[in-house]
């Protein structure tokens, strides 16, 4: 790891402080990130006792060990401080309590369960697509981002279809700064979320059907269960995470191939020549330059060196995916821009190392089937109006993004 002072004369509570207001999320947070990369890739924010870890390098080295970084005290910054008596997540587990956790849930995300999912995906994705008119202003977001992902969790989690605008709410309701919402009906909101998904784990453990929850709840290894509180747990965090990463992976990708030209016409020109990596190239960058979770935190579990700063035991370190995905060192020149035919691309959209996110697979999938059911329809994207991002830190939420497509 390459030792980096911070540069002279640079101010780190300064620097990081703008970062702890949810309003810069809702702009460009972007030159801020470039600034801690060039001055102080650990910064330190005096009045929170918080470390910002901005470079490629540094958060995947956070990333990859959970025994000095711990994620059982918050993984977000409002939370530091913070004891609970059980997990609040699996995001909140550490080794050997998550590798047990993940190891009963992974049965529901094996790649060919996630695969089969593929028709479906197709059929959902190619209806909202079907809706949309060439030539005139559409918001992706609305139209094809949030419906989609939901539509697919739906089919997951075996409930109605015409449930997924109340999932969209509940969703949107434990996601700090993705709405302005009072506090009272968020919460509100929140625990109708849990308590349905707590009866529905209850409903398929008594009578299991064709769905994730049937399969998540009788997963078993060694003799080992999930407990009722640990599926309707993980219930909630599919439903959340499980939307809201993949709806705004999409949304913002579709802006990045609106706003760089040609982008759209050579991934069509790659894909109908034959280039069988073009489309997952593509998503991979779309993850990359969106990178729908902003940051997660760790705490420190003992004293240790980062980026050539010492950090003492328990405190908080928070590493920033969004600029990491950034970072010139791990992506050359081009980093600030955003390149659909971009290899290699060792994003962290995902995190990295035991943290990796579970859903992945899904996620590029019904990225994968998007792009080739717009692209069998359309020639061309381009803007058509402002795009509107929320004041979140934690999810890179897309409000509206209007574009026009061309027909073919």
Partial sequence: MTAVAPAAGADETALTDPLLDPAVYAGDPYPLYARLRAEAPVARNDPLGLWMVSRHEEVVAVSRDPATYCSAKGIMTFEIGSEYATPPTMMHTDPPDHTRYRSLVQPGFRSSYMRALEP???????????????????????????????????????????????????????????????????????????????????????????????????????????????????LVQLLVAGNETTRNMMSGGLVGFADQPGAWASLAQRSASGVSRALALAVEEMLRWTTPVVAFMRT????????????????????????????????????????????????????????????????????????????????SITPAGDVVRTASPVIAGVKSAPVVFGSR
């Fill in 120 to 234: 479906g995906i197709r059929r959902r994705a190619r209806a909202l697509v079907e809706r949309i008119e060439p030539g005139v202003p559409v918001d992706v977001v609305s139209e094809l981002a949030v419906p989609l992902p939901l539509q697919v969790i739906s089919d997951l989690l075996g409930v109605p279809e015409d449930e997924w605008p109340t999932f969209f709410r509940w969703s949107e309701a434990v996601i700090p700064g993705a709405t302005d919402w009072p506090e009272d009906e968020r919460n509100r909101l929140s625990g109708e979320m849990v308590t349905y998904l707590l009866a529905a784990a209850a409903d398929r453990r008594a009578s299991p059907r064709d769905d994730i929850i049937s399969e998540l709840g009788a997963a078993e290894v060694e003799g080992d269960r999930l407990t009722d509180a640990e599926l309707g747990m993980f």
């Fill in 300 to 379: 420190t579990t003992r004293d240790v060196e980062l980026g050539g700063r010492q950090l003492g035991a328990g405190e908080p370190v928070l590493m920033l995916y969004a600029s990491a995905n950034r970072d010139e060192a791990a992506f050359g020149p081009t980093a600030d821009r955003f390149d659909a035919s971009r290899d290699p691309n060792p994003h962290v959209a995902f995190g990295f190392g035991a943290h990796f996110c579970i859903g992945a697979v899904l996620a590029r999938v019904e990225g994968h089937i998007l792009l080739e059911e717009l692209l069998a329809r359309f020639d």
